[in-house]
């Protein structure tokens, strides 16, 4: 299973993004999957997860009604919404697929990791 995110970029604070994770397989469909960052010099921590179906969604309190994530399953990709970014948003995004049809906010819960796209937010 590969995963490739997309979206990342330079953007001021307060701007928008779309990260977008392609999954090459379908069997993503039957799992939960989710988003995780890592700034530099700091632990991963996850961003927001969500269940196979597209409920069940989970979000880091520091992005809470700021991101929303939500899946296609037809297409197997992956979205997260990312607005009013802040500097403190500035990290390398991983999208994974959890190892069961719940999604995990540890990052311990996942089975395939994407390669990342950086989120960087000027002041």
């Known amino acids: 299973v590969q995963l490739q995110a997309s979206g990342g970029g330079l953007v001021q604070a307060g701007d928008s993004l779309r990260l977008s994770c392609a999954v090459s397989?379908?069997?993503?469909?039957?799992?939960?999957m989710g988003w995780f960052r890592q700034a530099p010099g700091k632990e991963r921590e996850f961003v927001a997860v969500?269940?196979?179906?597209?409920?069940?969604?989970v979000y880091a309190d520091s992005v809470k009604s700021r991101f929303t994530i939500s899946r296609d399953n037809a297409k197997g990709i992956l979205y997260l919404q990312m607005n009013s970014l802040k500097p403190e948003d500035t990290a390398k995004y991983y999208c994974?697929?959890?190892?069961?049809?719940?999604?995990?906010?540890?990052?311990?819960?996942?089975?395939?990791w994407g390669q990342g796209t950086q989120v960087t937010v000027s002041s």
């Open positions: 994974a697929v959890a190892r069961g049809a719940r999604a995990s906010t540890s990052g311990d819960g996942y089975r395939y």
């Open positions: 397989r379908r069997t993503s469909s039957n799992n939960g």
């Open positions: 969500i269940d196979w179906n597209g409920g069940g969604s």
